[in-house]
């Protein structure tokens, strides 16, 4: 995730980790259409964060163009354009926050529409107690799809580990898993020298575009994890 908002860890995401890695990129990153270029040639999927409203607005702001149930469907539904004219290209998005606007079965059914309208997915991050994602997703016929973990919740070597552990394992009993991470240079080299022996483990990494073909077309709740702190956008 955060891909755009500094070049040196998004330049070396597309160099460094493998391609089926998916990049996020924040909408506001300035020239998104260039990263997202840059994305492709480097045969990555993809994403953009969609900043939505947290339960503890105005403390953590997702920003200035965030979904939210203070505004009508309408007003969110434009600022939803807005990110998704600066990301073209991308496969769909994916919230950035959104404790309190991905308990709004309303607010999220119109953007849920808006979504499919525009043939993209959504991926839902980790945490967010009471989500009505999943559910809003089945009855708008959006492609859905629950991360289980934020890999590098502890910036540690060995906790990273144990967590790209624990998604093998989901793998395997679920099918697919998808775990989401911050760019930073650790992660990066975990990520790298996992990924090598994934195969051998029976594991194969794959684009979000692969998971959602191959995947049962059925969705539980995503992981309930503790919410855990998310960047500033400027």
């Known amino acids: 995730s955060d891909m755009g ?76 354009n807005w990110l998704l004219e600066r990301g073209k290209g991308a496969v769909g998005v994916v919230n950035l926050m959104g404790s309190r606007f991905m308990t709004n079965e309303k607010r999220l059914a119109a953007v849920f529409e808006t979504l499919r309208k525009n043939n993209s997915m959504f991926v839902e991050t980790p945490g967010i107690e009471k989500s009505a994602g999943a559910a809003v997703a089945a009855t708008t016929d959006l492609p859905y799809l629950a991360a289980s973990a934020q890999i590098d919740a502890v910036a540690a070597d060995k906790a990273i580990r144990e967590q790209l552990a624990a998604l093998e394992k989901r793998a395997h009993e679920r099918g697919y898993a998808i775990g989401i991470a911050a760019p930073y240079p650790l992660t990066f080299n975990v990520i790298k020298s996992w990924a090598a022996g994934l195969e051998d483990r029976g594991v194969t990494l794959g684009t979000l575009k692969t998971v959602w073909k191959n995947k049962p077309h059925h969705e539980e709740a995503p992981a309930q994890q503790p919410p855990q702190t998310q960047p500033k956008q400027p």
């Open 5 to 80: 908002l500094a070049a040196l860890p998004t330049e070396r995401a597309m160099k460094d980790l493998p391609p089926q890695v998916v990049l996020a990129f924040s909408p506001y990153a300035e020239n998104l259409q260039d990263w997202i270029a840059k994305a492709a040639a480097a045969r990555h999927e993809a994403l953009m964060l969609m900043p939505m409203e947290t339960d503890s607005y105005p403390q953590d702001d997702p920003g200035p163009r965030a979904l939210s149930s203070r505004l009508s469907d309408h007003d969110n539904n434009d600022n939803l």
